[in-house]
């Protein structure tokens, strides 16, 4: 985000904070309205010392706090539970902070069609922050909700809570021993980024061990590579790479595209999407494995576009038509930036809602997680894995 968009978008949220103080609370400390009647009510309500704060500086305090805080800022008085509700200030915080968020799910994927909505007007955001008035503002875009849900610092208190019958399930799944998880893994980012992903995984000891490789194979595929997680749980990774070595190395050497022969393409539908079939042993492999990861190539300009999206659908609908089967992507980049901050911008990655948005993820009946990783250090890589493992029934410890 620019800095003029950026600066435009304070002015915007100051204005209808400030508004709304002098409209509510002229005198920065009682709401002059129906719940304060009596003069002494009034006269017990002394304006704290970060009320009388001018608003400009009241809006710089609230952009340095978390979340969290934010909210326990609005438990302390009456003037700071309307002043956080105001909802230009959480759509300021969704535009600003979304690019960074490091993972994202089909659980905290916000809604990103309500940030394209005009912004409202002075008057609706503060009839929005009267008392009483939450019905109506439910109805409403609610960008707060939008944001706790989806940040990743405080995403977990949103999710719903397991049933008590899925905690028993989990427990007794645990106590049975069932064959390490195999999962699919393919996508661009596996061949068009300058450090190579499966390369670091196979020597990276310190991240996931490699712990051997098993006898099941599958005709012209293989048998995957098996891994350790934790020194605990073992998983397989079945390699689908779209062509020969050769013609990989010249691809991307050329910066040109692959004649994919993973997937045969069909046509189009309706809509001029195209259809793509995947070849027999791909499809045999679809219906044995557990899940699939597709590694994205998130480098600034990349990205397959239509076909992307179409050959992640292909590969879910050869699994028999199981929605639960869960999709692992990662969001992947060959390095991070020389003296780049530990948060992505929008010139060197592309973000992971954006990520998820350009793969369609939100259409699908599957679980799904965009994770940010890089190749280099394998930064990411594991919080992508223990998701994986969780969905396929394995019991992480400590998640």
Not at 17 to 45: I, M
Not at 62 to 80: F, K, V
Not at 140 to 168: I, N, T
Not at 225 to 230: K, P
Request: aromatic share 8%.
């Amino acid at each position: 985000m620019s800095g003029k968009t950026q600066q435009l978008s304070e002015s915007v949220v100051i204005r209808s904070l400030r508004t709304f103080r002098d409209r509510y609370f002229p005198n920065s400390g009682f709401v002059g309205k129906s719940d304060l009647t009596s003069v002494e009510a009034r006269d017990e309500l002394q304006p704290g010392f970060l009320d009388s704060l001018p608003v400009d500086v009241q809006f710089l305090i609230m952009a340095y706090l978390s979340p969290a805080d934010i909210c326990r800022l609005g438990a302390t008085s009456q003037y700071w539970r309307a002043m956080v509700r105001d909802r230009l200030l959480w759509r300021y915080f969704l535009l600003r902070d979304m690019p960074y968020w490091t993972s994202i799910d089909h659980l905290s994927m916000p809604q990103l069609e309500i940030l394209d909505a005009p912004l409202i007007n002075a008057d609706e955001s503060l009839d929005d922050r009267e008392e009483g008035d939450d019905k109506g503002m439910e109805s409403r875009f609610d960008y707060m909700s939008e944001y706790l849900k989806g940040c990743p610092s405080c995403r977990q208190q949103w999710l719903p809570s397991r049933p008590a019958y899925a905690v028993v399930t989990s427990f007794l799944q645990s106590l049975v021993a069932s064959a390490e998880p195999r999962y699919a893994m393919f996508g661009p980012g596996m061949e068009q980024l300058d450090v190579s992903l499966v390369r670091r995984l196979m020597h990276a000891p310190d991240v996931l061990p490699v712990s051997g490789t098993p006898h099941r194979q599958i005709n012209g595929i293989g048998s995957g590579i098996s891994y350790l997680f934790n020194n605990q749980h073992k998983f397989n990774i079945l390699t689908l790479y779209s062509t020969n070595r050769a013609e990989r190395e010249r691809a991307r050497l050329e910066q040109q595209s692959v004649n994919n022969k993973l997937f045969s393409l069909e046509g189009t539908d309706d809509s001029g999407q195209p259809i793509y079939i995947p070849a027999p042993q791909v499809q045999q492999v679809c219906q044995v494995v557990d899940g699939f990861i597709y590694v994205a190539n998130a480098e600034p300009g990349k990205g397959g576009g239509e076909s992307e999206v179409a050959q992640i659908r292909a590969l879910l609908s050869a699994a028999g038509g199981s929605a639960s089967r869960p999709l692992l992507v990662l969001s992947c980049i060959s390095r991070e930036e020389p003296g780049a901050i530990s948060r992505s911008t929008d010139t060197c990655r592309t973000s992971c809602v954006y990520m998820a948005k350009r793969l369609g993820l939100p259409q699908l009946a599957n679980p799904w997680m965009v994770q940010d990783t890089v190749a280099e250090s394998l930064s990411g890589l594991l919080d992508g894995i223990s998701w994986l493992l969780r969905c396929s029934g394995v019991k992480v410890v400590g998640s």
